[in-house]
T-cell receptor, first 117, second 115 residues
Framework: AQKVTQAQTEISVVEKEDVTLDCVYE???????LFWYKQPPSGELVFLIR??????QNEISGRYSWNFQKSTSSFNFTITASQVVDSAVYFC??????????????FGKGTLLTVNP | GAGVSQSPRYKVTKRGQDVALRCDPI?????LYWYRQALGQGPEFLTY????????KSGLPNDRFSAERPEGSISTLTIQRTEQRDSAMYRC?????????????FGPGTRLTVL
């Protein structure tokens, strides 16, 4: 069975600080996909990134970067020079790439990030 | 529309009433998913469709919950004889196809409160 753990329930930082959100996953599949979603106070779920299990290259998009390490089953998300608009709940999610349930997203419980001015 | 839409956005009902939640996916998206999100939790899978066929309903909590997508587009999630424990955010998502690598686009959700 697949599982996603986001051990940090809440994080509070001051604007311009860097912050890393942790995500640890469990799966028996060798092919799988990892996702990060953002849920701002308005409530919608916004897709941020998708990685597949065969691509361990780190990715950077503006102030956002992602560190995927299969050896530790982690897919961590770093925001550099955080801004107030980054305040949201961030979810890590996993989808297995084979088998009978490869359409199902399994989410972690989310990390509430508050960026204070 | 450009994104997934859901209606109503908020629904307050009394225990024992039936409710119907609607989802209008992105045009052309084959796959449609329903998730439920309790307060302080991540979304949990309920059911999913490819075109009009319900492929998996293993996440539906009990037989009071049902879903349909009769023409392969709009979907309705129905909860009969609602109970207070049904209170949650109900989210719909759609994707181009059903494979795991396809991004699921989420709607704004329906906040259901059962009194």
């Amino acid at each position: 069975a697949q599982k996603v753990t986001q051990a940090q329930t809440e994080i509070s930082v001051v604007e311009k600080e860097d912050v890393t959100l942790d995500c640890v996953y469990e799966t028996r599949d060798t092919t799988y996909y990892l996702f990060w979603y953002k849920q701002p106070p308005s409530g919608e779920l916004v897709f941020l990134i998708r990685r597949n299990s065969f691509d361990e290259q780190n990715e950077i998009s503006g102030r956002y970067s992602w560190n995927f390490q299969k050896s530790t089953s982690s897919f961590n998300f770093t925001i550099t020079a955080s801004q107030v608009v980054d305040s949201a709940v961030y979810f890590c999610a996993l989808s297995e790439g084979s088998g009978g349930s490869n359409y199902k997203l399994t989410f972690g419980k989310g990390t509430l990030l508050t960026v204070n001015p | 529309g450009a994104g997934v839409s859901q209606s109503p956005r908020y629904k307050v009902t009394k225990r024992g009433q039936d409710v119907a939640l609607r989802c209008d996916p992105i045009s052309g998206h084959v796959s449609l998913y329903w998730y439920r999100q309790a307060l302080g939790q991540g979304p949990e899978f309920l059911t999913y469709f490819n075109y009009e066929a319900q492929q998996d309903k293993s996440g539906l909590p009990n037989d009071r919950f049902s879903a349909e997508r009769p023409e392969g587009s709009i979907s309705t999630l129905t909860i009969q004889r609602t109970e207070q424990r049904d209170s949650a955010m109900y989210r719909c998502a759609s994707s181009l196809e059903w494979q795991a690598y396809n991004e699921q686009f989420f709607g704004p959700g329906t906040r259901l409160t059962v009194l």
